[in-house]
Nanobody, 126 residues
């Protein structure tokens, strides 16, 4: 059974930075698509950034505009989301999700992901 555990959420001021972590266990897939999603209050869940292990291809929501960086530490089986120049509109619960499907055509679609973490809250004040 795949388990994902996020951490790193906090309250910060606009312009600050945070690094979220997602520790994955139980996956036996040769290649995994891991995506960070976020869900602002009262809004739908949206994909922020994705990474395909093995090939290390990365994918980003256009509006992130270079502020966010997804990465992985293979030895620790941990995926990171570095968030810089945070804005109040980045306020959301952030989730990591994993799938054995190809990232290329699926990373933006929450319904394609079977395994989710519990989420970590990011609050950005102006």
């Amino acid at each position: 059974q795949v388990q994902l555990v996020e951490s790193g959420g906090a309250s910060v001021q606009a312009g600050g930075s945070l690094r979220l972590s997602c520790v994955a266990s139980g996956t036996t897939w040769r290649r995994v698509c891991v995506v960070w999603f976020r869900q602002p209050p009262g809004k739908e869940r949206e994909a922020v950034a994705g990474i395909r292990t093995g090939g290390l291809d990365t994918y980003y929501h256009d509006s992130m505009n270079g502020r966010f960086t997804i990465s992985q530490d293979t030895a620790k089986n941990t995926y990171y989301l570095q968030m810089d120049s945070l804005k109040p509109e980045d306020n959301a619960m952030y989730y990591c999700a994993a799938s054995g499907l190809s990232c290329l055509n699926n990373w933006r679609i929450p319904q394609r992901f079977d395994f989710w973490g519990q989420g970590t809250q990011v609050t950005v004040s102006s």
